[in-house]
């Protein structure tokens, strides 16, 4: 599976910016994507995740009612559209994927097999 990612770029404060992330390859199996995100000196954060087959998606606390995850299995795709920007959610974006994923294990970096390249993500206040 190749993720090739899309989006992102220069928000202000209380702005909306939208990513995006396509799947190549099989998708099966109880296939998850999400997005992780990085800002400077900080270690890795998970985002939010959604299965590929259906159920509700997960998020992390500080994006949980301003961001909206989504997928579009006909076109191997996953969104997330991003409400209500802060300065503190600038950072690069990491859209991942992964099989087999158990719904407490989302958030765990190394659950994802399949990491896309970066997108960078900038909020000004």
């Known amino acids: 599976v190749q993720l090739q990612a899309s989006g992102g770029g220069l928000a202000q404060t209380g702005g909306t910016l939208g990513l995006s992330c396509a799947a190549s390859?099989?998708?099966?199996?109880?296939?998850?994507m999400g997005w992780f995100r990085q800002a400077p000196g900080n270690e890795r954060e998970f985002v939010s995740a959604?299965?590929?087959?259906?159920?509700?998606?997960v998020y992390a606390n500080s994006v949980k009612g301003r961001f909206i995850i989504s997928r579009d299995k006909a076109k191997k795709t996953a969104s997330l559209q991003m409400n209500s920007l802060k300065p503190s959610d600038t950072g690069v974006y990491y859209c991942?994927?992964?099989?087999?994923?158990?719904?407490?294990?989302?958030?765990?970096?190394?659950?994802?097999?399949?990491w896309g390249q970066g997108t960078q993500v900038t909020v000004s206040s």
């Open positions: 390859g099989v998708t099966s199996g109880r296939f998850v």
């Open positions: 959604i299965e590929w087959s259906g159920g509700s998606p």
């Open positions: 991942v994927a992964g099989r087999g994923l158990i719904f407490s294990s989302f958030p765990n970096p190394s659950a994802y097999t399949y």
